[in-house]
């Protein structure tokens, strides 16, 4: 599947920003599908992974209940929508998709987008 991510910009701290992910293929609603960000000068890092369906959802620990990943199948779409950011939410993220493997693994992933870059000014 080939993913397309948008939605990035630049925001003061407190400020939010909704990422979408639009997937080509009919066969998106099979992809369990994630987020991933690149903050300057460190590794790649999950941040959220949503179910095939939607109905079943995992974050890391940092953006729990400031971020919420959602999904459209309808639409081959995949949101992330984040409030309340901070300045160390600065980073290119990234959407992935896997065809199998459980949410709270961050490996797997087989097709990736391109990044959208998000900056949080303090």
């Known amino acids: 599947v080939q993913l397309q991510a948008s939605g990035g910009g630049s925001v003061q701290a407190g400020g939010s920003l909704r990422l979408s992910c639009a997937a080509s293929g009919r066969t998106f609603s099979r992809y369990v599908m994630g987020w991933f960000r690149q903050a300057p000068g460190k590794e790649r890092e999950f941040v959220a992974a949503s179910g095939q369906n939607g109905g079943s959802t995992y974050y890391t620990d940092s953006v729990k209940g400031r971020f919420t990943i959602s999904r459209n199948n309808a639409r081959n779409t995949v949101y992330l929508q984040m409030n309340s950011l901070k300045a160390e939410d600065t980073a290119v993220y990234y959407c992935?998709?896997?065809?199998?493997?459980?949410?709270?693994?961050?490996?797997?992933?087989?097709?990736w987008g391109q990044g959208t870059l998000v900056t949080v000014s303090s």
């Open positions: 992935a998709a896997k065809p199998f493997g459980a949410l709270a693994t961050p490996n797997e992933y087989t097709d």
